[in-house]
């Protein structure tokens, strides 16, 4: 039973800096209803270069904001292959994707694997004294707490999902973040009262980015280690989490909860894998266990309306009888 509350409490605090990666495709996906495939490559891109700058001897708090800006740059290429050269979203994703994976290898200088085992990052400075490993620069407070790395994730992927929320509920409420929102609801109507929609969208693909870059460089810091690989399917676990986290709070209609829904499946989500992987299964099948949890999280919706459906014509038919 111990194990499987420590395996749980990894999952949580693993799932929780997804989610900020979770948040960032919410912007796209369900704001502009653009399938943005800029993310897998962009997670990478946060993770890899968070990493190398970490060795490089950079503080963590700045490789991270580094990062974040590479993330930034990277949506900024699919925007503009999108708005200025009228390339399909999905399509101008795809190239900008195919990129990065170039061009995250030579950041890491042609090695696929970046390993920060004796780097000090900015989660390993909330590990404590009895914790997984020991940070001398840790507060006294912190060392006496003793918090292991998994929850030393979950308590700092906690704070910044939080900030981060309070943010984005900010940025959206005013006439910029609402002029984007309104993009993704009616292009037409926005483009008519003068707005720039290619602006936006340029905007949101940036943003989107910066937090997929963001979560990359967090998971490579609690990790550890910075792979070009570790973004490989992140789109397809960032639409899981959206969707279960609708499914889960879908009488929420407030923006603010609407944004933490995200960050909740991705908790969710992960939560489900550990204790898959802790029945036993085959590591090796996680893949297919991802796609079936992505499949049955999109279905969900969409069976709960057709039995809502047919319910409420069954109702109206005794009525009329």
Avoid at 134 to 147: D, H, K, Y
Avoid at 161 to 189: C, D, H, K, P, Q
Avoid at 241 to 252: F, Q
Avoid at 270 to 287: H, P, Q, S, T
Wanted: with cysteine; net charge positive.
């Amino acid at each position: 039973m111990l194990t499987l509350l420590t395996s749980m409490l990894g999952a949580a605090g693993q799932g929780i800096l997804w989610g900020i990666m979770a948040l960032g495709v919410y912007i796209t996906y369900k704001l502009l209803d653009i399938a943005d495939l800029t993310v897998d490559g962009s997670f990478a891109l946060g993770g890899c270069t968070c990493a190398v700058l970490i060795l490089a001897g950079v503080n963590p708090v700045i490789a991270t904001i580094l990062a974040v800006g590479a993330g930034l740059l990277a949506g900024l290429v699919t925007g503009l292959l999108h708005t200025v050269f009228n390339i399909p979203a999905i399509l101008a994703g795809i190239l900008t994707q195919i990129s990065l994976w170039s061009i995250n290898l030579r950041i890491q200088g042609g090695k696929s694997n970046v390993p920060l085992l004796n780097d000090e990052t900015i989660i390993s400075k909330f590990v404590g004294r009895s914790g997984q490993a020991t940070v001398e620069t840790a507060s006294p407070l912190i060392q006496r707490l003793g918090l292991t790395q998994s929850q030393a994730s979950l308590v700092v992927g906690v704070v910044i999902v939080v900030i981060l929320i309070l943010i984005m509920y900010w940025f959206f409420g005013t006439e910029i973040g609402s002029a984007l929102r309104a993009t993704g609801n009616n292009e037409a109507m926005i483009r008519a009262l003068g707005v720039n929609t290619n602006s936006t969208k340029l905007l949101a693909l940036m943003l989107s980015n910066g937090l997929v870059a963001m979560s990359g460089a967090f998971v490579a810091q609690m990790q550890k280690y910075a792979d070009i690989g570790m973004g490989q399917g992140a789109i397809v676990i960032a639409l899981a989490a959206i969707i279960i986290g609708e499914v889960l709070m879908k009488r929420c209609v407030n923006f603010g909860l609407k944004l933490a829904s995200a960050a909740v499946g991705a908790v969710i989500y992960f939560i489900i894998r550990a204790f898959v992987l802790y029945l036993g299964l085959n590591a090796n099948d996680m893949k297919l266990i991802s796609a079936i949890i992505v499949a049955l999280a999109l279905s969900i919706p969409t069976v709960s309306q057709k039995l809502a459906d047919k319910k409420a014509y069954r109702e109206g038919d005794d009525k009329n009888a």
